[in-house]
Each structure stands twice: as C-alpha cells, then as structure tokens.
C-alpha cells in the first residue's frame, strides 16, 4: 500500500509508521484500504477504473428509466383518459415530497450505522421504488383490467394507479441521486471524486440515449410485441432488466465502510482494536493522538469525554426544526452554490420538459388538438418524433462532453466549465427560439448536453472541493470531528432539493405561461434563465483555490 501527500490530505504520520502500514498491507492486501485521519474522517485509497465504471452503472440505469418515462408518459397518462386538470398534479406531487423529505434522508443517511454501510440501504430502497413506480404506470391499465369488470370503474382505478406510478418512479429517481453521490464522496479519494463524477455523466449520457432509441423502436411488430400484451409491457421489460443489471453492479462496485457509533465502551473497544474485511484501523491505535481520544473510555469515564460517542447522541437527537435550521443556516458559499444550481434546473428542465411538444407546434406548425386524422395533427407527431431525435443527441453529446471535461479542467477550472455551460446553453436555447428551424434546433441540441454534463458534475465537485478544504483547515488546527461537522449526506441532498424546487416553481408559473404565449415561450425562458444563472455563476458562487 502506498501512502501518499493526498491520502492524508497534507498530513504525514512518522516515517515509521509508514513502513509498518506497508508491512501490515503486505500481509493483508484486501483488508486494509483505508486509513483514517486525526479528525476521524476515514481517507480512502484509489480506485481502480473499473470501479468507479462499475460505480457509475446506476445512473446509467436510472437516466435510461428517465428517458423511458420521458417518451412514455404522456401517451400512457393519455390512453388511461387523466383529465387535463390533474396534470400539473401529477408533476407537482412528486417534487414537493422529495424537497421536504430529501435533506431529512441526506442526514439519517449520514447518521445510518446498517453493517452494509450508510448510502448503499437508501440506495437499494429508492431502486426498488423507481422499479414499482415504473411497473404501476406502464402495466396499470392492464393489471386493473385483470380484477376489475366494470368499465367506469377500470378507468378510475387505472387513472389512480398510473398517476399513483408516475409520482413514486419521480420520487424515487429524483431522490436516489443525493446517496449515489454521497456514496462515491465516502469511498473514494478527491482524485478519484472528480473521476467519478464525470463517469457519472458520461454514463448518464448513455443510458438517456439508449432509453430514447428503446422509446423509438416500433416494438408492436417484433416477437415481444406479440408475446406481451402491449408495447408498454415490452418497454417495461427492457427498463426493469436493465435498471436491476444497473444496481446490482453499482451496489457491489465499491464496499463500504460502516459508521460506527456505539456509547457503550466495551463495544467501541472491539471495534476500535478489531480487524474488519474492508478496513482495518489497527495502524491509527499507534498513534498517541488516537488513543487519547478513547483515554475517558478505557479509564471508565464518562461517554462525553470521548468525542465519537458525544456527536452520536447529539445527532440522534436531531429533529426536523434543527434540520432545517442547519440547511437555513448553511454557509454562505454552499448557499450560492444551491442558488446557481436552482437557476441551472430551472432553464434546463422548462426547456426539455416542453422541447418535444415545441418542435411539433413550432418548428413543425403542427396541431396536437386537430382531429387524429388530420393533417394538422400527423405533423405535430411527426414533430414530437423528431424532437425525440433531438433528446437523443442531447444525451450522446453530454456523454462526449463530460469526457472532454476532464481535458478542459486543468485549463479553464472548475470556474470556467461552470461558467462554459450556463452560456453555452442560453445561447443556444435563445437562437432556436428565434431561428425555429429542423436543422439548425437539431444542431443546437448538442448544447443541450453540455448544460446536462455540467449540471451532473461541477456543482458536487464544489461540494467535494469546500469538504476537502474544510478537512484540511481541521487538519492544520488539530481539531477533532465534532459535534457540528457537515455531513456530505445532507450537503448532496440540500444541491439536489434544487432540482425538485425549479420542478415546483415551473409546475406552477410555466404551464400558465404556455397556455398564454404557446410553447416558444420556454425556449426564450430557458435562455433568460440561463444567462442569469451565469452571472451568479461567474460572480457569487466561491472557487477553492
């Protein structure tokens, strides 16, 4: 095992207890991964690619599900008859349950002390979610048809169980990108964080791909299609098998180190002197420093004055008032970070959340309201078709770009891929509102995914950059972990409660918006958007040096 300047953060034991890690590596390779810090915090070692590949496979699956459901959706909310008045209930219910709820599951996360680790229990849970959220609203129609007789009453019930699906696969993959971040944040060194975070893109870019090309397959007229019921059934089966591939793989890519906060002495002395499979703390109980910190403990004092046992029992007496006054209370460089991601939700998604329905009214001139057999209304089909297209090479070109990234950072830094995005994207959205032409829309939406890549990766590389910096002012001060640290947890769940509020603001002002001026007016909003979101981005948000 190698012991670098990084693994420590700039703090370097005595060179002979260096030489006593390598021989205790040397006898056990596997067992000794991670070394732990005076602050407590565990510094893990690098990643082999593979790895963080394996890592990355959950969003891979979790944006070839979201491309499913984008595609999907309508037509199924459509074939079940969902009045137009329940909607904008539909996208509302499920953004608003994961603002409220995501930081209060960020911080049980951090606090979770499950053997199998603190994120990996959430992330297993909300997969299972995503997957039943998917089977209600793409089966619904045909399982209520299966118990139900009665026709008034199969069309409630299938209104009920499809919008019942809708909210918890929204819920569920919205929620399950806070843990996904958070667990690569714990098991991986800052190098690899920043690896990791643009595999996560990378494989983003694919899965939303892939799941565009399934939705555009005619799958009525293949041997599944006449197997299986109905073409939703078929989509079901490819996004159910492939999201179980997915999590499997990314659940087993990286182990864990569990959290270990127990109060009685006896057992935080076997823990602290124990060997375990993924990580071994033996090398830090030769270190003064470590053992003073347990001194009260072995002395039989009382728990206080050992630090671990102290911020267990302050943070299991967090309730959700202190919750939200820590988030309200945040510092004020992760609160501009979470305005400029909010500003960058908000142009993307009322962009892509009306994109297809604007390439059918206006690039194409078509009608969703026509008669079906119309003219008027087979052009806006043809339309939405194409802007399927457009989502496809939105998604490859964010794969490509979270790639090219890597080459850029040591260029332009962080500062100037975030910056790059937010411009690059506005005025990209601001031409095709005002040149809404076939060739030149599909040739723009490339920007698109250079605003997706960005959204996916700089905002939590900040958030990777203010912990390392916060790790290692502790560091230099001699300060233990104590009872105010900031979990990554909850700073990863406050950036992505982001997503769920521009979800809610747009739910709420866009669509009226858009029954007034029509569909062109979330182009040139997006644009406006973005652009905003720029300046903070240049301007407010704080870059670690």
Not at 295 to 319: F, L, N, W, Y
Not at 412 to 438: A, D, E, Q, S
Request: aromatic letters at 12%; glycine letters at 8%.
């Amino acid at each position: 095992m190698t012991l670098s300047k990084e693994s420590f953060n700039g703090a370097f034991p005595p060179p002979s207890e260096v030489s006593k890690a390598d021989m205790d590596s040397s006898r056990e390779e596997e067992a000794v991964p991670q070394s732990v810090t005076r602050t407590g915090a565990v510094v893990p070692k690098q990643r082999a690619m593979g790895r963080l590949v394996m890592h990355s496979m959950a969003m891979f699956g979790r944006e070839f599900c979201y491309a499913v459901e984008a595609a999907f959706v309508t037509p199924v909310l459509l074939s079940v008859g969902l009045p137009k008045n329940l909607y904008s209930l539909v996208w509302l219910i499920s953004p608003i349950l994961g603002f409220m709820l995501q930081p209060v599951v960020g911080s049980a996360s951090d606090h979770c002390t499950c053997s199998w680790g603190r994120r990996r229990p959430y992330i297993l849970g909300l997969g299972l979610i995503m997957l039943l959220g998917m089977a209600l609203y793409l089966n619904g129609d045909v399982m209520i048809s299966a118990f139900i007789d009665e026709r008034s009453k199969q069309r409630t019930w299938a209104i009920v169980i499809t919008m019942l699906g809708v909210v918890l696969f929204d819920f569920a993959a919205d929620f399950i990108d806070g843990p996904i971040k958070a667990y690569l944040f714990d098991v991986c060194s800052h190098q690899d964080k920043e690896k990791g975070l643009h595999y996560h893109a990378l494989l983003t870019g694919l899965g939303g791909a892939l799941g565009y090309l399934t939705g555009a397959v005619d799958w009525g007229h293949t041997v599944l299609g006449f197997s299986l019921a109905s073409e939703f059934q078929v989509i079901f089966f490819f996004a159910a098998l492939v999201l179980l591939i997915c999590l499997t793989v990314h659940l087993y890519s990286i182990p864990e180190v569990p959290l270990r906060y127990e109060n009685e002495e006896t057992k935080l002395l076997l823990e602290v002197t124990g060997s375990y499979k993924y990580s071994s703390i033996e090398e830090e109980l030769k270190k003064s420093d470590f053992k003073s910190t347990c001194t009260g403990i072995m002395a039989g004092t009382e728990s206080e004055k050992c630090a671990v046992p102290s911020r267990t029992e302050d943070q299991r007496r967090m309730t959700l008032k202190s919750l939200l006054k820590t988030l309200l209370n945040m510092p004020s460089h992760y609160r501009h970070l979470c305005v400029s991601h909010l500003f960058g939700w908000m142009a993307f998604l009322s962009n892509m959340l009306f994109f297809t329905d604007f390439m059918g009214q206006v690039v194409y001139q078509g009608s969703p309201y026509a008669p079906h057999n119309s003219t008027l209304y087979l052009t806006y089909k043809a339309g939405v078709e194409m802007g399927c297209w457009g989502l496809c090479i939105n998604a490859i070109a964010s794969s490509v770009y979270s790639y090219l990234q890597k080459i850029l950072l040591p260029y332009i830094g962080l500062k100037g891929l975030y910056f790059i995005g937010y411009l690059l994207f506005g005025l990209g959205t601001g031409l095709i509102g005002l040149f809404p032409h076939v060739h030149s829309t599909l040739a723009l939406c490339s920007l698109f995914g250079v605003m997706s890549s960005t959204l996916y990766t700089v905002p939590f590389q900040l958030i990777a950059e203010y912990h390392r910096e916060e790790e290692s002012l502790k560091l230099q001060a001699g300060v233990e972990a104590g009872d105010h640290e900031r979990g990554k947890g909850i700073d990863c769940a406050a950036l992505t409660c982001m997503v769920q509020l521009a979800q809610i603001i747009l739910g709420v002002g866009l669509g009226f918006l858009v029954s007034i001026a029509g569909s062109a007016v979330t182009v040139i909003s997006a644009s406006t958007v973005s652009l905003i979101g720029c300046c903070f981005v240049a301007f407010r948000v704080r870059y670690v040096q």
